[in-house]
């Protein structure tokens, strides 16, 4: 097993291909509209609103859909059944949210440029952690807006969770959540670190591990 392991470390410390670099780098550059496109959408139907209401949330800010008028909309419903106002300062992921994908973009570029199959895991690893809060944040935060309803609202409504991924009837209100364009880049620079993972590890000509064979102490 040791001999198996040390080989894995090897192979780890393998320098990139040059399909690998250029796999990595795209990654990272895919990362650059992530600023400027909506990570999710949240949609708000009901037969007073036959257009919808719809929030876009960005990696930096709220937005609601008709030039903004939508959420300012949304917070005026929220009132009515107890809600608490979205406001951005309430927020806090959209503050280090984009210093963390700078980061990650600042390490896939040097992977890209100087690492080894080594720098990519890293980066994955970090991703996936990063993802993974990330849902939790805002499943969290959806949670505790849902949850804490003021007694004395206009409209009473029972405590609730958004949804953070599909469709849930609020009141009269058929809610919507789905991944917008910002999501699916983030999938897109997922993929392709690991194909620039993949045309290193299996890199041609070469065996990646020998087999072992198990209680022999010898290799084929």
Same mark, same amino acid.
């Given at each position: 097993?040791?001999?198996?392991?040390?080989?894995?470390?090897a192979i780890?410390?393998?320098?990139?291909?040059?399909?690998?670099?250029?796999?990595?780098?795209?990654?990272?550059?895919?990362?650059? %509209?992530?600023?400027?496109?909506?990570?999710?959408?949240?949609?708000?139907m !009901?037969?007073?609103?036959?257009?919808?209401?719809?929030l876009?949330?960005?990696?930096? +800010?709220?937005?609601?859909?008709?030039?903004?008028?939508?959420?300012?909309?949304?917070n005026?419903?929220?009132?009515?059944?107890?809600? !608490?106002?979205? +406001?951005? $300062?309430?927020?806090s992921?959209?503050?280090?949210?984009?210093?963390?994908?700078?980061?990650?973009?600042?390490?896939? @570029?040097? !992977?890209?440029?100087?690492?080894?199959?080594? +720098?990519?895991?890293?980066?994955?690893?970090?991703?996936?952690?990063?993802?993974?809060?990330?849902?939790?944040?805002?499943?969290?935060k959806?949670?505790?807006?849902?949850?804490?309803?003021? %007694?004395?609202?206009?409209?009473?409504?029972? %405590?609730?969770?958004?949804?953070?991924?599909?469709?849930?009837?609020?009141?009269?209100?058929?809610?919507?959540?789905?991944?917008?364009?910002?999501?699916?880049?983030?999938?897109?620079?997922?993929? @392709?670190?690991?194909?620039?993972?993949w045309?290193?590890?299996?890199?041609?000509? $070469?065996?990646?591990?020998d087999?072992?064979?198990?209680?022999?102490?010898?290799?084929?």
């Amino acid at each position: 097993m040791s001999e198996k392991y040390k080989r894995i470390i090897a192979i780890l410390d393998r320098p990139l291909t040059t399909r690998s670099r250029i796999l990595v780098a795209t990654a990272a550059l895919i990362l650059i %509209p992530t600023f400027f496109a909506p990570l999710w959408r949240m949609s708000f139907m !009901a037969q007073q609103y036959p257009e919808g209401l719809d929030l876009y949330i960005y990696s930096h +800010s709220l937005v609601g859909g008709d030039q903004g008028n939508d959420l300012v909309e949304i917070n005026v419903l929220n009132h009515y059944i107890g809600m !608490a106002e979205l +406001s951005e $300062e309430d927020f806090s992921e959209l503050k280090w949210i984009p210093l963390v994908i700078g980061l990650i973009g600042v390490l896939t @570029l040097r !992977a890209a440029a100087i690492g080894s199959l080594k +720098s990519i895991l890293d980066t994955m690893v970090i991703c996936i952690y990063f993802a993974g809060f990330s849902l939790w944040s805002f499943w969290y935060k959806l949670n505790y807006y849902g949850k804490h309803l003021d %007694p004395r609202a206009a409209v009473e409504v029972a %405590p609730f969770t958004p949804p953070v991924f599909g469709y849930r009837m609020v009141g009269q209100f058929e809610v919507w959540s789905y991944p917008a364009l910002a999501t699916y880049l983030f999938v897109a620079f997922g993929l @392709l670190l690991l194909g620039g993972f993949w045309f290193t590890w299996h890199r041609p000509g $070469e065996k990646m591990l020998d087999p072992i064979r198990t209680g022999s102490g010898g290799e084929q």
